[in-house]
């Protein structure tokens, strides 16, 4: 889902900079781009680590939540 999710994004950042496929790019869609890779790339990952740095699981709540599984699979069995 989030490798979909993704991919449409993505396509849809290429598509309003203007990026054509097999042909010569603009000026201002080349920079677009190197936006779109360098400074855009970096801040979603540091929201993201900003995000996820307070999550912890303990051995304990990784056990819980196989046990909840496994209680799932067998009440579908």
Same mark, same amino acid.
């Given at each position: 889902?989030?490798?979909?999710? =993704?991919?449409?994004?993505? =396509?849809? $950042?290429?598509?309003?900079? =203007?990026?054509?496929? %097999?042909?010569?790019?603009?000026?201002?869609? $080349?920079?677009? !781009?190197?936006? !779109?890779?360098?400074? !855009?790339? /970096?801040?979603?990952?540091?929201?993201?680590?900003?995000?996820?740095?307070?999550?912890?699981?303990?051995? /304990? %709540?990784? *056990? %819980? *939540?196989? *046990? *909840? !599984? %496994?209680?799932?699979?067998?009440?579908?069995?």
């Amino acid at each position: 889902m989030a490798t979909a999710i =993704g991919q449409f994004f993505g =396509g849809a $950042l290429l598509d309003l900079v =203007g990026y054509a496929p %097999d042909v010569t790019q603009d000026p201002t869609t $080349l920079w677009w !781009l190197v936006m !779109l890779v360098g400074p !855009l790339q /970096s801040v979603v990952t540091l929201v993201a680590l900003f995000v996820f740095r307070n999550i912890r699981f303990e051995a /304990s %709540d990784i *056990a %819980d *939540a196989q *046990a *909840a !599984l %496994d209680a799932r699979r067998l009440k579908e069995a």
